[in-house]
């Protein structure tokens, strides 16, 4: 059974920096692309970055560019994002999800999220 | 940047009717197109990739539609358990993007 599990969010001060971590398990983690979504409160979806398997393949959004980095360790199974300076913008539910492919963005398996809040 | 339009924003129905959802992309994307289902609290669900194969588990209810610019999500007869809010997602440009429609929530009429 595929689980992707993330951790690593909380409160924050703006400015600062945040790591967020997605454990995946129940498939070979470096055949397959992965990718950060993020839901700020009542709102729609938002792609935050994308990783090919081998980490050659990397994209971020406008809104994060510059100041978010995505990477993973195939050997350790885990996706990484870490944030930095925060936005108060930058609030949301931050989602962890495989793609279908090795380089791909169609998302087959998500987590449950890990809450991100950036406020004073 | 490849831009999502989806619309309706929302759309009321009841139990057994038809809803049609439809997503415009800003440019050709061939049929790099997916839709997600998602419940309030919930991660999304993939039901349909490359614009319209259902995905495994996902009811036949559910089919999908188009190519290039234009695609259509439909739901054949809605049960109590599609109230939900719909998304679609380019997934042409990934390197170095993705994008989703804005969603459409589906209500009880």
């Known amino acids: 059974e595929v689980q992707l599990v993330e951790s690593g969010g909380g409160l924050v001060q703006p400015g600062r920096s945040l790591r967020l971590s997605c454990a995946a398990s129940?498939?070979?983690?470096?055949?397959?692309?992965m990718h950060w979504v993020r839901q700020a409160p009542g709102k729609g979806l938002e792609w935050v970055s994308g990783?090919?398997?081998?980490?050659?393949?990397?994209g971020y959004a406008d809104s994060v560019k510059g100041r978010f980095t995505i990477s993973r360790d195939n050997a350790k199974n885990s996706l990484y994002l870490q944030m930095n300076s925060l936005r108060a913008e930058d609030t949301a539910l931050y989602y962890c999800?495989?793609?279908?492919?090795?380089?791909?963005?169609?998302?087959?398996?998500w987590g449950q999220g890990t809450l991100v809040t950036v406020s004073s | 940047d490849i831009q999502m339009t989806q619309s309706p924003s929302s759309v009321s129905a009841s139990v057994g009717d038809r809803v049609t959802i439809t997503c415009r992309a800003s440019q050709g994307i061939s049929s790099w197109l997916a839709w997600y289902q998602q419940k309030p609290g919930k991660a999304p669900k993939l039901l349909i990739y490359?614009?319209?194969s259902l995905q495994s588990g996902v009811p036949s209810r559910f089919s999908g539609s188009g190519s290039g610019t234009d695609f259509t999500l439909t739901i054949s007869s809605l049960q109590p358990e599609d109230f939900a809010t719909y998304y679609c997602?380019?997934?042409?440009?990934?390197?170095?993007?993705?994008?989703f429609g804005g969603g459409t929530k589906v209500e009880i009429k």
């Open positions: 490359a614009a319209s």
């Open positions: 997602q380019q997934a042409n440009s990934f390197p170095p993007s993705l994008t």
């Open positions: 999800a495989k793609a279908l492919e090795a380089v791909a963005g169609t998302l087959d398996y």
């Open positions: 129940g498939f070979t983690f470096d055949d397959y692309a």
């Open positions: 990783i090919s398997w081998n980490s050659g393949s990397i």
